[in-house]
């Protein structure tokens, strides 16, 4: 437990994304502290998207989930989509990307319909 809160007294990085690979082993209970203390550290999507690539939806269900909720709260950037992009697909299709991308376009189309009533 203590290399779990490890992360929340860090901003570099490196540390960050090491600290989270780390926990990747973890039982589901630890991981879920992890990601409890990256929320409400609010550490960066930005320092820790790099791992974006290495995580397997078979494998890693807990860090994809939070990812997911990370990506809900920012505007997709052109490295995000990269990085979720170059994710290797098992089988047809990738859940996480598909989901990520479904709402990101959503709340695109909802602004633009937001704004198109505001405009008449």
């Not at 078979?58 to 490295?79: D, I, R, V, Y």
């Amino acid at each position: 437990m203590l290399k779990m809160s490890a992360i929340s007294y860090t901003r570099k990085p490196k540390e960050s994304i090491d600290c989270i690979r780390e926990s990747l082993e973890f039982e589901t209970y630890e991981q879920f502290c992890l990601w409890q203390i990256v929320q409400a550290h609010d550490v960066p999507l930005k320092s820790i998207q790099d791992l974006l690539p290495e995580l397997e939806a078979g494998s890693h269900p807990e860090a994809l989930s939070h990812f997911l909720l990370l990506l809900k709260h920012e505007e997709p950037t052109n490295e995000i989509i990269r990085l979720m992009l170059s994710r290797e697909a098992k089988s047809r299709g990738d859940p996480f990307v598909t989901s990520s991308l479904r709402s990101n376009l959503l709340r695109m189309l909802l602004r633009q319909t937001c704004d198109c009533n505001v405009n008449m």
